[in-house]
């Protein structure tokens, strides 16, 4: 390979990187219904947070796997501070309309699920990292957009 195909193979898939992180929601941003801090063993449990699911972004698989539905694109709706326990972690979200979840982790990685217990998603962490856990609700369909939902943070399986 000479030297011009290497940088123009690396320039590319810099650039298609590059391409794929623009579509993803803007973790970095501060999150639009606040911060929560919680650790191993924390009570109430679950913990609830209120929100408007939906936005303009539609997110697919690209981003990650099980990844759909419309987010708001400019800031998480959550963002969790999590120090680990012992216990897995249970990210859901209730609402009456079909959402979506999805999360950029404290690994670097994305999680999302649509429709783990009828129409309300869920994403289980079974050996989770402590750090910080941005959280996005969104709707299946894009007309849902400002629909009342509440993510509950919990350490207990709520499908049993």
Known sequence: MTKDVLVASVLSLSMAVGAAMADAPAWE????????????????DPHEVMVRAGGALQVDHSLGPECAGHVAADRPDVDLNFEAGNLALYIR?????????VIFGPDGRWYCNDDFIGLDPMVVFHNPHSGNYNIWVGTWDGADLGAEAVVRISEMNPAR
């Open 29 to 44: 941003s501060d999150p639009r219904y606040g911060t929560v801090e919680l650790a191993g063993g924390f009570t109430p």
């Open 93 to 101: 979200v209730a609402s009456k309309v079909d959402t979506t979840l």
